[in-house]
């Protein structure tokens, strides 16, 4: 089978010029013509499984702003029948642009400091943001500012716990469900030594209140944090692990993300359209390529089947994915249609398909880029980390890694980053190796993976950007 020059032309135009987002917040919800649902990420919405827990770049921001914002919730609760996303009423309990916002009820970071310092619980601060949460809904008299609400919880445990049962009884008499939603824990403070107890005082929150009828909490989580054991020590925590969710995209939702866009296209649908029913038959349809090898088959078309000559190279379809994915064998979204957009640009332009393996490999160049950039975001220390390893080949033995920081002092260099972001959770630890925990740090992020009991790797998407040298593997850039 054959693609017509015209529609190769159609697509790649399209694919040229896509634009995936940096990151999302949850205050500002992505419009709902960008918005894929996939079956498999319900559990992650649903508002009886409080726990959500992905690294960065899996969406957790992009679902809490769904759930947050009445118009998005609609447009995708049909796509989650069971859910009744619709019947929600939902607030926004900690994000990171608290305090930013004309009208949240979500508490700014120095808010929270300020009342950390008075000696004040974190359970009673989230118990004052859920009174304050529910209280127009529910018609609740309350004082104006938090630290007052805050007080008169401290003050009047039966009174608060009194005006919460009313509120979980308005609700259901008006058959409606209340949700509450926390993201972005890692931006609570400053410091691991204010995050941690805000962050355990919503998780408190989030597993008490399973015993109200109408009211749920969901929490969406970092997965370095998640591995942090001190967050989990409270009575009754191990029945929210047991609940919990992880996050991901798999290559078949990644995949039908892409042809959603193409398939949406006005300039490139007809083209992309023609494309499937030739790969698939002419009843097909893009909203029934649910299966990897309907998938193969479409992207062949669009793509080649192999990295090369032949399937010595692998084959185009799992290549790539396998080559984006962090130690978790997770791939992003975002470093997913990079690549498809870089290879959809490159100068060297197949005649036969809309792009080839040369520029797919030029994608993944640039997604390692971007990714570790994107990572940086979150952890203002992985670029001088990953810098003082240049040079180095994987797989190797872990103590590699640890001998070039200690020698280039890498500890010390991240210690004096100048930013508002904590350094590795890993490294609060006492009486731990700064170096081996700085490694750890590396696992519990997806950046490095341990293939044996001495012998560790680090996945093309960061190795790349990183300059670390891997036989067989993808190239680093030229620069």
Known sequence: MTVQSADIGNIRTVLRALDPKSSASAASPLPTDELYAPTAHANALDPARPLVVGNRGVGKSVWSGVLADG???GAIASYYPRLKLNQFSVRLGFHEDAGRIQGDIAPSPRVLAGLLSQGVSAEDIWTAVLLRAVSGDAHLSLPERLSDIVAWVAANVEDAEAALRTADAHFMAHKLQFLIVFDALDRLGNTWETIRPLS???LRLA???SGYRAMKAKVFM?????????LFQFPDASKMLAARVDLAWHATELYGLLFGILDRSSHAGPSFKQIVRSALGRGSNVGNIEESDQQMAVFKLLAGEYMGTDRRRGRTYTWLIDHLADAFHETTPRSFLIT???AASTRNRPSGTVIDHYGIREGVQQASEVRVNQLQEDYPWIRTVLEHLEGLEVPCTPNMFVRRWRDRRTINSISNIDSDRPGPIELEQTGVDAEAALLEALKNIGVVEERSADRI????????AAKIKRRGGVRPPRR
């Open 71 to 73: 118009k998005t919730r």
């Open 200 to 202: 355990v005082g919503i």
């Open 207 to 209: 597993l008490g209140m």
């Open 222 to 230: 970092r997965t370095d944090q998640a591995k942090d054991e001190k």
């Open 340 to 342: 498809i957009q870089r």
């Open 457 to 464: 790797n680090m996945p093309d998407i960061f190795r790349v």
